[in-house]
């Protein structure tokens, strides 16, 4: 009998903590933690419609939120398009904890630097960029962009010249944030963001 209660005790401990990882990660559980809608594959304003619903909800519930790249892609072009300055086309892509902007940027807007100066005239109007590295909350509702890797027109940009890349870019003076970092304001009722698995991991301000 004892150990019959032994073994009854040791289910309802699995059972107990089975429901508490299933609450924690119940965002990340399909048909769990409310109505979730299925992951965008493809870039466009329906994308970006998706991407402020799910922010709508998280204002609502007080829960993060997870953004693929295509709907933060999505976000950037179609409702965000003043959050990445002159950079036309923006493209974001998430690996593990590493954020990749890309997109098209005036040729005028390129660094002086002596590689791309010998063939700036043979470039076009505009030319590529990309641009990587991992976020950084710098306080509630303010991130920044803190820069690994800078490439325009396919040319690597030494880190020396990082900050007149940035400047290139668009960047704003803020205090919190170093000059080898591209700060910018997060979407209403955003306190955080963060890029993990994959994923941008948004925390919203306060909870409900």
């Known amino acids: 009998m004892a150990r ?10 699995i ?8 609450w924690f990660f119940r965002d990340r559980i399909p048909g769990l933690g409310g109505p979730r809608s299925v992951a965008a594959t493809q870039v466009s304003p329906e994308a970006a419609k998706q991407a402020q619903e799910k922010l709508a909800r998280m204002r ?13 892609t999505s976000l950037l072009r179609y409702d ?6 002159p950079l036309r086309d923006p493209s974001v892509d998430f690996v ?11 040729t005028s807007l390129l660094p002086r630097m002596p590689e791309l100066d010998q063939v700036r005239r043979f470039l076009p109007d505009t030319a590529d960029v990309m641009v990587s590295g991992s976020l950084r909350t710098l306080r509630p509702g303010h991130a920044a962009l803190g820069v690994r ?4 027109a396919r040319f690597p940009v030494p880190a020396t010249y990082y900050p007149q890349a940035l ?10 944030a170093r000059e080898d970092e591209y700060p910018f304001t997060l979407p209403p009722g955003v306190a955080s963001a963060e890029v993990e698995g994959g994923e ?3 925390t919203p301000s306060r909870k409900p």
């Open 60 to 72: 609502e519930s007080g829960d993060t939120v997870h953004l693929n790249a295509v709907e933060f």
């Open 96 to 106: 593990d904890n590493t954020l990749k902007l890309s997109g098209r940027v005036a």
């Open 167 to 176: 400047k290139g870019l668009g960047r704003r003076s803020d205090p919190d």
């Open 4 to 13: 019959r209660r032994g073994g009854m005790v040791g289910v309802v401990g």
């Open 15 to 22: 059972v107990a903590v089975l429901a508490l990882a299933v």
């Open 200 to 202: 941008l991991v948004l």
């Open 80 to 85: 965000l398009a003043g959050l990445t300055g």
């Open 149 to 152: 890797d800078v490439s325009f």
